[in-house]
């Protein structure tokens, strides 16, 4: 049981370039979410999901895309990386209750 | 809207007691949690307590929660360096929707 599990932990991107986070977890839980986390301002919610199929956004949605095709999968798109999209992001799972959240190992993105 | 606020940092010597203090204003919050990140690591989940709790005890963990002022605390007892690290609040915004809207974080420096 892997839990929750983010690829890649590193990436250094040029301006303009796109990318997927990956993010998978293995406990059947319904809620997935992507978080940024920039110095001195916690953890921010990017996309969530609350099933296969259905997407929503959080506090800080643009320039960013999220699907979610399996129960497993949740994976972040950024579509034409900006220096202001450098940070490290989180990618967490839930059940359906929404009581206990679990986290990933987080990835750290350099956008230059 | 909703909001969190901790104190940036909070340093104390090995063995004695810690207690890192967070304010929120969502009074429909269900649950309200507290995460540890360690250096270059995840967020793990320490523990949470049900909004119609006042306190819940877990080993050298307690959680106080005062929903008249909309303060919560989290004392470590006998705390020791390895218990250094980053702590963040974080409540889980009204309708129970998985939505966690978190605090900067508390930096604890544990002193030998």
């Known amino acids: 049981n892997a839990g929750v599990t983010q690829t890649p932990k590193f990436q250094v991107l040029k301006t303009g370039q796109s990318m997927t986070l990956q993010c998978a977890q293995d406990?059947?839980?319904?809620?997935m979410s992507w978080y940024r986390q920039d110095p001195g301002m916690g953890l921010r919610l990017i996309h969530y999901s609350v099933g296969a199929g259905i997407t929503d956004q959080g506090e800080v949605p643009n320039g960013y895309n999220v699907s979610r095709s399996t129960t497993e999968d949740f994976p972040l798109r950024l579509l034409s990386a900006a220096p202001s999209q450098t940070s490290v992001y989180f990618c967490?799972?839930?059940?359906?209750?929404?009581?206990?959240?679990?986290f990933g190992p987080g990835t750290r993105l350099t956008v230059l | 809207g909703e909001d969190v606020e901790q104190s940036l940092f909070l340093s104390v010597r090995e063995g004695d007691s810690s207690v890192i203090n967070c304010t929120y204003t969502?009074?429909?919050?269900?649950?309200l949690y507290w995460y540890k990140q360690e250096p270059g690591a995840g967020l793990q989940l320490l523990t949470y307590?049900?909004?119609?709790?006042d306190m819940k005890q877990d080993q050298r963990l307690t959680v106080l929660l005062n929903k008249k002022d909309k303060h919560l605390s989290l004392r470590i007892a006998d705390t020791q360096t390895g218990d250094s690290a980053i702590y963040f609040c974080?409540?889980?915004?009204?309708?129970?929707?998985?939505?966690?809207?978190f605090g900067q974080g508390t930096t604890l420096q544990v002193k030998p």
């Open positions: 967490a799972s839930g059940d359906t209750a929404v009581r206990e959240q679990f």
């Open positions: 969502d009074s429909s919050s269900t649950y």
């Open positions: 974080a409540e889980n915004g009204p309708g129970n929707t998985g939505k966690l809207i």
């Open positions: 307590i049900f909004s119609n709790m």
């Open positions: 406990m059947n839980h319904e809620y």
